[in-house]
Each structure stands twice: as C-alpha cells, then as structure tokens.
C-alpha cells in the first residue's frame, strides 16, 4: 500500500509539472511573437507524447480519425494553428491533468507572470513599442491602446481574462471576487479592451448573486444547455452580419457586423482560404468557419458537444457561456489558455470524483 500511495504522489506530481511547462510555453507565446513557431510546437509535442505514454484506454476509432484529420489539414494548407484542433482534443481527454492542485499550480504560474511581464512594461519598458493608438468608434476619439508588455491590449486582456476565469472556478470567496475585478478594471483603463471587462464584470455580478441564493454549485438546466449556446451564438454570428449590416445594431458591435458580411462574401471551403489568416476578424467562430474551413469547423464543434458534462454546476455554465459570448467579439478559440479553461470545466468533476 506504501509503495502504492508514493506512486500515485509522484505521479500527481508529474502531471502537475507537466502542465505547469505548458502553460509556461503558453506565456511566452504570448510575448514572443517571433518564436511563436517554436512554443507552439513544444507545446504541441510535450501534450501529445504525455497523452499517448499514459493513455489509459485502448486508441478508439476517434484517435485515429482525429489524428487522420490533422494530417489532411497540415497537407491542405501548412499552418501552426492547424494542428490546434488535434490539440484541444487532448487537452479536453486528458483529464489526468485537471486535478485541483494542478490547475492552482497553473493560475498562480499565470497570474506571476502576468505580474512580472506588467511591472516590466512600467520599470523598463519592456514591449512599449507594441502600444497603439487607434480610432475609438464609440467615443469618435483616439485612444491609447497598451499592451502592458504583450503583444498588443486584446492579448494582454484575454491572458488576464483566462486567468480570471481560473481563479474564480476555484474560489467561492467575496474578497477575491472584488481584487479580481479591481485588477481588470486597472488593466482595462490602460488597455481599453472593452469585451474581456465587461464579461468579467457580468460574470462576477451573477457569481455574487449565486452566492447570496446558494445557487453557486447547483445543477441546473443552466449546465445541460451551456454547451448549446456555442451553436446558438455560431448562427447568429453568421445571421447578424448577412441582415443587420450598417445598422444601428452593428454600432453596438463596433463595425463587426459590417466587416462579418465582408469576410462572408469570401465564401466557405472545405479547407478554409488561407488569404484570410492574416485578417483581424474580432469574431472567432467566422475566422475558424472562413480560414480554417468546414471540416475543421464540424470538428471543433463536435468535441464541443461530445464531451460536455450532465453535470456542469451554475458556476461552470456561466463561465462557459461566457467564453462562448465573448468569442462573438474577440478571437479566442484557438488560444491554449481558453483550452485549458474549457478542458478543466469538463473534466473537473470526473478528476474530483477520481480522488
């Protein structure tokens, strides 16, 4: 039994290592651009040699396709983000890695970093020349837009978002709830990134409020349909540009309804068209429809659906949802941070009931 215990100890502490290097090869992609590359490949590989050598069960016919289906998106057209599909597949089955002392390992590596990179971008200037001004439509004025040492306001915005969301997945406490907001609310008047703000803000509203009626760890039809809503959300992503175009609805969302009808106009492949990768969407399931294309589309929305939980608590479903909201504005899908988040939402209770 002794020999049993101290087995399973240094197993947990390899898995909690091992997550903890990918989240740091995460972090740096998020200020290495140049070398985006080399991190992406690391991480790729250092999750897919851990998956295989410590697969459980026997290889299911899903494996072989999901590993069939990336081979046919690498050969229709190379790019890193490709494979990324292959990646969300792992981390949503490997849940080995989503044990509670893992994922605070994780947060307190990501909420360090955050700090050091932010405190480098003031005492040395660290990154200062990726701050841009731009044209505020809301407010017609320009703005500052700093990216506090990332590589511009919306990733350093979505980093601290991610890590948010994290922190309140696994605290219930009032007093955190309100540094969490305190420190986005910091962020957001130097970065002027308004979607991740405001989710944040209307997360921790309904948070308080499931507190205050014991609604917090409930399961609710909230939890059966939070995985729905990315479909509802992917039509009217779809349906919003083609009719509400340069409307009064489309001031609301900054232009983006007018720019969704544009990159519609592209039309959809089978493999997505690779001159649009290098264009800000700001709408994640039109850039994943329109550059990745329909198959990698059917794909992502089947693991979507394929793995959710029965028993997603009231907390969980609101987390979900919102990421799946905010991705309507900002380009999220693809980010390993969002997997992650999406990975322990689905997985927790199952590691939780392990242990």
């Not at 978002?161 to 007093?175: Q, R, W």
């Not at 986005?184 to 990134?193: G, H, K």
């Not at 492949?269 to 690779?274: A, W």
């Not at 794909?299 to 799946?324: E, P, Q």
Request: a positive charge; charged letters at 15%.
């Amino acid at each position: 039994m002794g020999h049993i215990t101290v087995k399973t100890k240094t197993k947990n502490k390899g898995r909690t290592a091992l997550l903890s290097l990918l989240i740091v090869f995460t972090c740096l992609l998020e200020i290495f651009p140049n070398q985006y590359l080399l991190f992406n490949l690391l991480t790729s590989g250092i999750l897919c040699v851990y998956w295989f050598l410590n697969k459980t069960n026997r290889i299911q016919i899903m494996d072989v396709v999901l590993v069939l289906f990336v081979i046919l998106q690498m050969a229709g057209t190379f790019t890193v983000d490709r494979i990324s599909i292959f990646v969300f597949f792992l981390f949503l089955e490997t849940k080995e890695l989503y044990s509670k002392k893992s994922i605070k390992v994780v947060t307190f590596i990501m909420g360090l970093f955050f700090a050091v990179v932010v405190m480098a971008y003031y005492l040395f200037g660290y990154n200062q020349s990726y701050d841009l001004t731009s044209w505020d439509r809301v407010n017609m004025c320009f703005i500052l837009q700093k990216g506090l040492g990332f590589v511009n306001a919306n990733r350093c915005m979505l980093y601290l978002f991610c890590t948010s969301l994290l922190i309140l997945l696994l605290s219930k406490n009032l007093i955190v709830y309100a540094l969490v907001l305190g420190v986005n609310y910091f962020v957001y008047v130097e970065t002027q990134s308004r979607t991740f703000f405001y989710a944040i803000s209307v997360i921790l509203v309904l948070l308080v409020l499931f507190k205050i009626f014991k609604f917090e760890d409930k399961v609710t039809f909230l939890g059966k349909i939070a995985p729905i809503t990315f479909f509802i959300i992917f039509a009217l992503a779809i349906i919003l540009p083609l009719y509400f175009a340069n409307t009064n609805l489309d001031d609301i969302f900054t232009g983006r309804l007018a720019h969704g009808k544009a990159f519609l106009s592209y039309g959809m492949t089978l493999f997505g068209n690779s001159k649009l990768e290098a264009v800000s969407f700001d709408n994640a399931y039109l850039h994943m429809l329109l550059t990745k294309g329909i198959l990698y589309t059917l794909m992502y929305s089947f693991l979507i659906i394929r793995k959710r939980s029965r028993h997603l608590t009231n907390k969980d479903a609101v987390v979900l949802i919102s990421l799946f909201s905010v991705a309507f504005m900002e380009v999220i899908f693809l980010k390993y941070m969002v997997m992650i988040v999406v990975g322990y939402i689905y997985n927790k209770e199952n590691v939780e009931n392990a242990h």
